[in-house]
T-cell receptor
């Protein structure tokens, strides 16, 4: 089955700096990779996703890159703001199953 | 349109009791998945329902069960509750099983077992 690792588990950055979270997956057949943001006490919300036929996708300050050969994908947040503070989960879809990474707690320090 | 609705939001039960949680998906969504979220374990997949049939099941004991109705609403049942079942239970809906576009999560039911 699929296994998803996520690093780092916690990340602190200064406001305005960039943050990068990396995930690796085990099954090369995985073809869809969403990222979710979960603020304290709230539901996880989809913030960006990428499919296996694309190497990079951007949406304003966030971007996701995918390296299929190395089986890893990364979330990049630029010009971080305090409201970016949350837990971020990556996921990989293999067939009809989603497997989530363990999450990264991002703290943006003012 | 309305999002994914989970009821109740909070629940306190004692060990040995059973509990039923409800999830109403976004209108038109036919797939419902359930997850257990705990601080140390992240999001653990419980099961997925599509067209009233369980399509996938995670690695949880048989005390955890579910069902889906013809209107796509889903219920999850946990019998013989244990202290370790205390968690946030999230459901997520999507248009179809394995549909790209990810899930839309509900706000969850926070279950506390005492």
């Amino acid at each position: 089955g699929e296994n998803v690792e996520q690093h780092p588990s916690t990340l602190s950055v200064q406001e305005g700096d960039s943050a990068v979270i990396k995930c690796t997956y085990s099954d090369s057949a995985s073809n869809y990779f969403p990222w979710y943001k979960q603020e304290l006490g709230k539901r996880p919300q989809l913030i960006i996703d990428i499919r296996s036929n694309v190497g990079e996708k951007k949406d304003q300050r966030i971007a996701v890159t995918l390296n299929k050969t190395a089986k890893h994908f990364s979330l990049h947040i630029t010009e971080t703001q305090p409201e970016d503070s949350a837990v971020y989960f990556c996921a990989a879809r293999l067939g009809q199953n989603f497997v989530f990474g363990p999450g990264t707690r991002l703290s943006v320090l003012p | 349109k309305a999002g994914v609705t989970q009821t109740p939001r909070y629940l306190i039960k004692t060990r040995g009791q059973q509990v039923t949680l409800s999830c109403s998906p976004i209108s038109g969504h036919r797939s419902v998945s359930w997850y257990q979220q705990t601080p140390g374990q992240g999001l653990q997949f419980l099961f997925e329902y599509f067209s009233e049939t369980q399509r996938n099941k995670g690695n949880f004991p048989g005390r955890f069960s579910g069902r889906q109705f013809s209107n796509s609403r889903s219920e999850m049942n946990v019998s013989t509750l244990e202290l370790g079942d205390s968690a946030l239970y999230l459901c997520a809906s999507s248009l179809a099983q394995g549909h790209d576009g990810g899930y839309t999560f509900g706000s969850g039911t926070r279950l506390t077992v005492v």
